[in-house]
């Protein structure tokens, strides 16, 4: 009997040290994604650095292979890579409650600070110094966007086959396909035509959850099916974000593709001046770029519809980085896969230039945008300024130029 209640009062008391460790873990992601996510400009490239500068230079949290191995998985899956490079790091680092913290913490500030520009925008939008403002703004974001599509171009253009690829994409593009249809479309035929030695390596596919399939075949699916709305309710604001969440290959600026075909052509819920000031805004504020779903979501339905946009667009990553982490590592090894994302990254630069193109014909009006475009193209060209400060910098060029005519 006494045995049986020292047992009992020991369980609790070998307890209360392992759940403070994990506590004080939780803590520590929490303080370290928030600070990053309020500071982490640039980009993705910029986010990750950030990342890894503070887990495995600084805190030695994991090593520089287990940082990269985390890195190629999470270019395998859709959804944001930094995002879930932060997802990632809080499941190694404190288990499914470091994942939610982690990612959440990482992903907050950037909703907040974008919220606060929309809700500005929609009191203040028509003012003239916001609209000179953003006059600046847009043009400075075409060249950042640009240099983008140039560097990832050089990457994705590994031979002759993927550059015939890019250019059938582009075409499928300005002929109003799908995006979705692109992206996949052109994975399966580069796949197809690349025709690796590794005949075996099919029989990875059979390792891919059934869930995290069916997702993604049912999100394909909703993009062809979904009807034409006037207005949104908050649940088709979220049932599209969480589609474009889910099949979103290619990193933050394939989002715009996505978003001028859906919002722009489909539905008509915004014009391609309010997207074009939606990437403004999210290009400006530090965080994933995906916050620009925030900034959507809040000019169609307010604060509600800023915090369902928000949670839906990310929402499909958490599920992929805990679904798909026991086979990303063998998927890596598999030639077939390789050449299928190698095609879908194709396809992603082809439609980042197409709807570059679309938001240039709108941003380049009058001298004054030429004139911002154009320096703020030289000054990414000749120096490795972070893009945030090139953006606030042609915002307020718009403001001086404005005042001077």
Same mark, same amino acid.
């Given at each position: ?23 004080? /873990? ?37 090593? /520089? ?85 140039? /560097? ?144 959507? +979501? ?55 230039? +197409? ?51």
């Amino acid at each position: 009997m006494n045995d049986d209640r020292t047992r009992a009062g020991e369980l609790p008391l070998r307890l209360v040290p392992q759940t403070t460790a994990i506590l004080g /873990r939780l803590r520590e992601l929490a303080g370290l994604f928030l600070k990053l996510g309020a500071i982490s400009f640039g980009g993705p490239a910029a986010h990750i650095a950030l990342i890894e500068g503070e887990i495995v230079r600084k805190r030695q949290w994991v090593t /520089r292979q287990q940082f990269l191995d985390m890195l190629g998985a999470a270019n395998l899956i859709p959804g944001p890579t930094s995002t879930q490079m932060a997802i990632n790091v809080g499941f190694v680092r404190a288990g499914w409650a470091g994942l939610c913290v982690a990612g959440a913490s990482f992903i907050l500030p950037a909703a907040l600070i974008t919220g606060a520009f929309a809700w500005a925008y929609v009191r203040f939008g028509t003012l003239t110094q916001a609209g000179s403002i953003l006059s600046g703004i847009k043009p400075a974001v075409i060249a950042v966007i640009a240099i983008a599509i140039w /560097r990832l171009g050089k990457t994705a253009v590994r031979d002759a086959g993927l550059a015939v690829l890019g250019g059938l994409a582009l075409a499928a593009f300005f002929l109003g396909l799908n995006p979705i249809v692109i992206l996949f479309g052109g994975g399966l035929l580069g796949m197809l035509a690349q025709r690796p030695r590794a005949v075996g390596a099919l029989m990875v596919w059979p390792l891919l959850p059934r869930r995290g399939l069916s997702f993604a075949v049912l999100a394909v699916a909703s993009a062809a099916l979904a009807p034409i709305v006037a207005r949104p309710s908050l649940t088709r604001i979220g049932l599209f974000f969480l589609k474009v969440g889910a099949v979103l290959y290619g990193g933050g600026y394939v989002l715009l593709a996505f978003l001028e075909q859906g919002l722009v052509q489909q539905h008509a819920w915004l014009t391609q001046r309010q997207l074009l000031d939606a990437v403004a805004i999210g290009q400006f504020t530090p965080g994933p770029v995906l916050s620009t779903a925030t900034f959507i +979501g809040y000019i169609l339905g307010g604060a509600p519809g800023a915090a369902v946009a928000t949670v839906a667009i990310f929402l499909p990553s958490f599920f992929y980085v805990a679904l798909l982490a026991p086979v990303l590592f063998r998927l890596r090894q598999s030639a077939w896969m390789a050449a299928f994302l190698d095609s879908v990254n194709m396809c992603a630069v082809a439609l980042m230039a +197409g709807v570059t193109f679309k938001l240039a014909a709108d941003a380049l009006r009058g001298w004054p945008a030429w004139v911002i475009a154009i320096a703020a193209l030289a000054i990414l060209l000749r120096w490795k300024l972070n893009p945030a400060w090139v953006v606030l910098g042609g915002g307020v060029a718009g403001l001086l130029l404005a005042a001077l005519r």
